[in-house]
């Protein structure tokens, strides 16, 4: 019998018209979190960027980072990460920001880690592409490049990122980037700035034939005030329209089968994944800033991951979470709970569905427990019909 994780059964579980790339990934992002080590490795270059965004967990001006005692790691600095990842296994490495292609030396970075056979994606606003960066990528084609887009306008982008001459550029680049056949994917965090244009996002998305993924629930990352937050994220419930189709088909029949976990991460970050930050330290993902080893004065990459690992392995999750009905409407990301919380094992009420709508939480908790308790009846009764011995037939 094949195993479920076999070459075989992950081509067998993709969509009929997925690539062989796709297959590669995924196949192998199983296989290399099951041995442990970094096959993926998210570098953040930079956290300048020349969009100023209302939610933004990570951006710096040039002057908060040269007053904040660091510097930018430079070409050399980059090369000693990326060659210590490699000798871990190391295949895809993702580049990052702030705005990666605001990075003095991002070219130099980028054709280093492509000329080592290595995949190289990244994640990027477009609108800081030239024609120096886009003939790079025809003659270095990126595996995907990851447009973060933020509203259909020039009014929204003005609101939402205080860039509103972007917009155009933006739209621009992705038709250059198109043109050229290159593989794009939208991305696209929603907040009350820009919620009103979704459809045309959307809208954008389907003319080009591209894919786009929406985001909602805002990160803090011990840096954004959690007021300032409240103010910009969205109401998940009203957005999304959450309906009874939801309910019965997504959310009622999960509840019957809850393995409860105490700890130990349950996405990527530290079995197949890290991510270095602009500042030289390893972490688990780019959104977990509590926990940084720098390589240089703990005993190296090889280390540092090692280390990782085992934290990952450890950290407590969120239990309480994890028996609440409404888990499937909130996020589980341990990172995101602990920014707001700082504290491991506790949910923050801002991302909470039954504090931020109790009301329809205790109407959907009343219908769940009406249902089980239907179950339970009806089990009762099977279980007394069973056992209920034959009486025969009397002559």
């Known amino acids: 019998m094949k195993s479920a994780n076999s070459l075989y059964n992950v081509l067998k579980s993709l969509p009929q018209d997925s690539n062989l790339q796709l297959a590669y990934?995924?196949?192998?992002?199983?296989?290399?979190?099951?041995?442990?080590?970094?096959?993926?490795?998210?570098?953040e270059l930079s956290p300048i960027c020349n969009f100023d965004c209302q939610m933004c967990y990570v951006r710096m001006t040039a002057d908060e980072v040269n007053n904040s005692g660091h510097s930018l790691l430079r070409f050399e600095d980059w090369k000693y990460f990326i060659d210590g990842l490699c000798e871990l296994g190391t295949e895809n490495f993702s580049l990052s920001g702030g705005e990666c292609m605001l990075h003095p030396d991002f070219i130099r970075i980028y054709e280093y880690i492509y000329d080592l056979g290595k995949f190289?994606?990244?994640?990027?606003?477009c609108s800081c592409l030239n024609d120096k960066i886009f003939n790079m990528f025809l003659k270095r084609p990126p595996s995907a490049i990851y447009?973060?887009?933020?509203?259909?306008?020039?009014?929204?982008?003005?609101?939402?990122?205080?860039n509103r001459k972007a917009y155009h550029n933006v739209v621009n680049n992705i038709d250059r980037l198109l043109e050229a056949k290159l593989h794009i994917h939208l991305l696209c965090t929603l907040g009350n700035g820009n919620i009103s244009d979704k459809q045309k996002i959307e809208e954008f998305a389907d003319e080009r034939g591209l894919k786009v993924d929406f985001a909602a629930n805002l990160m803090s990352y011990g840096k954004c005030d959690n007021k300032k937050l409240e103010i910009a994220q969205l109401d998940l419930f009203k957005v999304f329209h959450y309906d009874d189709n939801f309910y019965n088909n997504y959310i009622f029949p999960k509840m019957d089968h809850i393995e409860i976990r105490k700890k130990g991460l349950v996405c990527s970050a530290t079995k197949n994944r890290c991510s270095i930050s602009w500042r030289g330290t390893m972490r688990p993902c780019v959104t977990f800033e509590p926990f940084n080893l720098n390589p240089r004065i703990h005993g190296g990459i090889k280390k540092c991951w090692e280390t990782i690992v085992e934290w990952g392995d450890n950290v407590p999750l969120l239990e309480e979470c994890q028996t609440c009905l409404f888990r499937f409407q909130c996020t589980q990301c341990i990172a995101m709970h602990y920014n707001d919380t700082h504290e491991f094992g506790k949910p923050s009420p801002r991302?909470?569905?039954?504090?931020?709508?109790?009301?329809?939480?205790?109407?959907l908790q009343a219908e769940y427990d009406r249902r089980q308790a239907e179950k339970a009846k009806s089990a009762e009764k099977n279980n007394k019909t069973e056992t209920t011995p034959d009486q025969g037939v009397v002559s």
């Open 147 to 162: 447009v973060t887009i933020y509203g259909g306008s020039e009014e929204t982008y003005d609101i939402f990122c205080k």
């Open 120 to 125: 190289v994606s990244l994640i990027t606003n």
């Open 351 to 363: 991302l909470c569905f039954k504090i931020q709508h109790p009301e329809e939480a205790a109407k």
């Open 25 to 43: 990934h995924r196949y192998f992002n199983i296989k290399t979190a099951e041995k442990r080590f970094p096959y993926n490795a998210s570098l």
